[in-house]
């Protein structure tokens, strides 16, 4: 018997509507990789029907009707949760190992993830799993420009799925890649039905899990500095900055241009490379003020940090306020021991969040030594 | 809770992990765990001067944040700092603040 979870995962399904977000999870649930897993539907609107398009109907099925859940019932998915955990505990209903959220496709999924990771309760029960975002082949392109819900649940996934290649022409889905990697660069991606789903490696296989790992981590960094981006070293006041930044800012003069940017110049990614080892103190201190200011806008800041006198990195992962606890990977993934942190922002200048962090790190009030 | 003081206990939080091991919180150095205290306070603080505010830390389990005029407020880890701080002053602390920037880069310079 497969040993019992002490924290259950919990994975969330995003998506706008219409991008096969329970077409997917009916498929998902075919698998027997996931035979014990919780499924809890939100819908938007007066009749619930996505859990009867899922053909399995029992007591590990929960509907939360009329609301979205990161609006107007965000209690009541704490609640239903909770519900769902007792009677699990109580044996009312069969044990189950992972609780996958369908959300409506208007929700900004980071309420959803902060209930699960901050409620007092749940967070003793529950841990947070991948997030998955559907983006429809035929109508993605329009969406993802269009609508701010979309580009968001675009950018704040760990899994993207392309749905319905079998309806839009080849052509579509690759200028339709180009624009979703913009958003998340990082994410693996999988086309449906063209490629085979692998519910395991969609729904397990944490992406924060296995930040600790080093093959993980260089697989984030190879993405986001070597794929269509472009290394580009400039001399910074300190000489150990090095900025990563698209062909497309270099056209635009001087030393800090516009980032990747796709959705109307608001959501874009960069990361930032420091030479010289962080000092992990100032940096959360750092982090803590810019998320409380700034946080709905910081969509994603992933890094893996060369930390003073620490001889292994420490990989950090945040999705907007919620920071996960920090992980010390067991080594280092490649030769480079520079510290590298990726951030997808939602309408923030890159410039001014370098040279913050730049003017908090190279601070000469905390000359702390190594002991 | 502290029995004596009435304060609750807070969750861990994500600052507080082990940065260098053997240094910050679970462990049993009360020294180096001190230490560290100190230098989160003394890094704090050349931020907070900003804001005419000052941390100092209370019985090795939370802060005290004060404005000049002696306005105190607890706070229990990073994340609560700035919310106390922007509720002591009624003013956003905000490090992209290109004056709070310059500030800092002038006294690296």
């Known amino acids: 018997m497969t040993e019992r979870p002490a924290l259950t995962p919990v994975n969330l399904i995003t998506g706008f509507l219409g991008s096969g977000k329970t077409t997917l999870l009916q498929r998902l649930l ?98 947070l799993g991948n997030v998955i975002a559907t983006v429809d082949a035929v109508n993605g392109g329009v969406q993802l420009a269009r609508q701010q819900e979309n580009a968001k649940q675009v950018a704040v996934a760990d899994r993207l799925v392309i749905t319905k290649t079998d309806l839009a022409d080849e052509a579509a889905v690759e200028m339709l890649i180009p624009r979703i990697r913009q958003l998340n660069p990082l994410a693996p991606l999988w086309r449906v039905p063209h490629d085979p789903l692998d519910a395991e490696g969609l729904l397990s296989h944490e992406e924060f899990e296995l ?44 030393a800090y241009g516009p ?72 080594s280092w993934p490649d030769e480079d021991r520079r510290s590298r942190i990726v951030f997808i922002v939602d309408g923030l200048d890159r410039a001014i969040i370098e040279r913050s962090l730049s003017a908090f790190l190279h601070t000469n009030g905390c000359d702390w030594k190594q002991p | 809770m502290c029995a004596l003081c009435g304060v609750l206990g807070s969750a861990d939080h994500w600052t507080d992990a082990i940065a260098r091991p053997g240094v910050f919180s679970r462990n049993s150095d009360t020294a180096e765990r001190r230490r ?25 389990s939370a802060f005290l944040l004060a404005t000049a005029t002696g306005k105190t407020e607890i706070v229990d880890h990073l994340a609560h700092l700035w919310i106390k701080a922007e509720k002591l002053t009624g003013r956003l602390c905000d490090p992209l603040d290109p004056a709070l920037i310059a500030r800092l880069e002038a006294e690296y310079d």
């Open chain 1, 30 to 127: 075919r698998d027997p990789a996931l035979a014990d897993t919780a499924v809890l539907i939100n819908e938007f609107g007066e009749v619930g029907l996505d859990h009867h398009l899922l053909e399995r109907v029992d007591e590990t099925m929960v509907l939360l009707q009329s609301g979205c859940l990161c609006c107007t019932i965000r209690g009541e998915l704490s609640s239903a949760i909770k519900d769902l955990h007792s009677r699990r505990e109580v044996g009312r209903i069969p044990f189950f190992r992972r609780l996958v959220i369908e959300s409506t496709g208007l929700a900004d999924p980071f309420p959803i993830l902060s209930t699960v990771h901050a409620d007092p309760v749940l967070k003793h029960h529950f841990r």
């Open chain 2, 36 to 60: 560290e205290r100190m230098r989160r306070v003394q890094c704090a603080n050349r931020v907070l001067k900003s804001y005419g505010l000052k941390l100092r830390d209370w019985q090795g």
């Open chain 1, 259 to 330: 980032e990747i940017n796709c959705h109307a110049d608001s959501i874009h990614a960069f990361a930032l490379v420091f030479e010289k080892p962080l000092d992990w103190t100032v940096f959360g201190i750092w982090l803590t003020m810019l998320l409380n200011r700034h946080g709905p806008r910081i969509l994603r800041v992933k890094g893996i940090l060369n930390v003073t006198g620490s001889p292994a990195p420490v990989a950090v992962h945040g999705v907007q306020h919620l920071v996960h606890p920090p992980v010390h990977m067991a």
């Open chain 1, 211 to 254: 930040a600790g790992r080093s093959e993980r981590a260089q697989h984030w960094f190879a993405t986001a500095l070597m794929g269509q981006w472009r290394l580009n070293r400039y001399s910074h006041a300190s000489g150990d900055v090095e900025q990563v930044r698209s062909p497309r800012a270099s056209g635009k003069g001087g």
